[in-house]
């Protein structure tokens, strides 16, 4: 009886041993099996698994995951756009991506663009992710050097359309010239200018979405993603699969990129911070935190606060500006989302300042930078550019654009103003460490021959638009034949359709009381 402890001890202490150690092993088996999911490796770049692929939401991971900041970009395409390594990723197949063309709906996005690789490249692969088919590029500058161009022609999907005097001809005869709703953007330079010829190539879009099969289509800037959240998936065509039949537009509310740091060279990589819409606020949120969202600048959003439109391609469709689409038979029946955004990547690099500057021949003058720009922070950025220091510049810039009052930034935070957005950031991170980018690069670099590339003559020639007879080289500077459009203009029915509707500035300060419904209905 007196030996009895003991010996019940040491049964006891081997159990107490063995037991862990024999749960340890079975948990290391059934990991190497791939039996567990471990929560802390779900979001790892190791682990290449985004919303929509398992049975989280839509906003899985958006608010919660920590940030991470890329490394700088290196100095030519390649080293910038990927470094290449053997990864599973099991969206693309074969590095095209090629889900099937009978997947509906199919939705395409037109843009004009002159960015480089290094951001066109991100901005495609990212929409081809959530499920965009097809891609429209109006290119020139950058974008049309034989280096960009032949890379983007080569990836299945994308149709490059170049700047060409064939292409001017062509839009010259659009029945745009010949009415009113853009006709208070005609013949002025720099943003009016872009605006106009935005509008002329989003018309063309329509010719070649419809030729193409396309349900949807949406204008976005290289420096805009789509956000598909409150979709079953991730995926923007679930969102539009789930729009009710009858609705011919539906608005996405844009949110604003909140850059936390001024050396910043891969936007959609290392920025995860955003500026809610006042869409996606209460009235009480949205003007209780107006002085401290707004920094000093002019308005509650550095650029414009009015988002962006997708639209069915039906008959007599036509752009109705930048921002949305209508219809020349009848008014579209539109919706606004309540959860979804288009993410706007708002001057996140120093750099952007002096490449709009250099983009738009104005004076840096208070009068004169009205007649370029339509947004007050684009006029103030552009004057600063122009006569400030370097030194100056970068200060002006960190004190406007870059957030980095810690204190301020987690009460917004908590507020709901701010908000954390990391899936396109993982989805990008993703995608360049599984080497796409640098195989798209290397594929067209070593494969695509010189009579591959597509002629502007032959890709346009079978675009037919409905005829005018304005000349479009004179969008911006030229003012010889303002006579005749005037003329016509003034002919013509101006109370049928809308005017254009242009970049607009979110609510600001003084609207508390009396809120514009223009506004939310645009």
Known sequence: MAGQPPAASRILLLLLTVLPLTLACFAFLLQWRGGLDDPATRWSPDRLEFPGMGGDGPGGGDSNVPSRSGSGSGSDCVDVLGRSRTASFPYYRDWKFDLGSDLRPQLCITTSTSAGLEQTLPWIFYHKVIGVSTFFLFVEGKAASPDVSKVLESIPGVKVIYRTRELEEQ????????????????????????????????????????????????????????????????????????VPGNVDMVIF???????????????????????????????????????????????????????????????????????????????????????????????????????????????????????????????????????????????????????????????????????????PMVIVQGLRESGVFSSVIASAQTILSKDKLVSIENSNSSTKLESGEVSSRKIGTNRESQAMPRRVLESTESDIHPSAVPPLSPPGAGDSLLLSDAFRIQ
């Open 171 to 242: 839009q010259a005869k659009s029945r745009i010239w010949n009415e009113t709703w853009l006709a208070s953007f005609f013949y002025k330079p720099c943003n009016y200018e872009l605006f106009v010829k935005q509008s002329l190539n989003m018309e063309m879009a329509i010719v070649l979405a419809r030729d193409a099969g396309m349900d949807w289509i949406i204008h976005l800037d290289t420096d805009e993603l789509i956000y598909p959240a409150g979709a079953r998936e991730y995926s923007v065509r679930q969102l539009l699969a789930d």
């Open 253 to 423: 509310p844009n949110y604003e990129s909140s850059v936390e740091r001024d050396d910043v060279k891969e936007p959609f990589s290392e920025v995860s911070m955003f500026k809610k819409n006042y869409d996606h606020l209460t009235k009480d949120v949205y003007f209780g935190n107006y002085k401290d969202a707004t920094r000093g600048n002019p308005n509650y959003f550095l650029t414009y606060g009015n988002g962006k439109a997708a639209a069915r391609i039906h008959d007599h469709l036509r752009p109705n500006g930048a921002h949305r689409w209508h219809n020349y038979m009848k008014t579209p029946n539109e919706i606004k989302l309540e959860e979804a955004a288009v993410l706007h990547y708002t001057y996140p690099k120093f750099s952007d300042l002096t490449s709009r500057r250099d983009r738009c021949g104005c004076k840096p003058t208070k009068e004169d930078v009205k007649r370029c720009f339509m947004l007050e922070f684009d006029r103030a950025a552009f004057i600063i550019a122009s006569t400030a220091t370097e030194e100056e510049m970068l200060r002006w810039y960190r004190e406007r654009v870059v957030w980095t009052d810690r204190t301020v930034n987690i009460k917004l935070l908590r507020k709901g103003i701010l908000t954390r957005i990391n899936t």
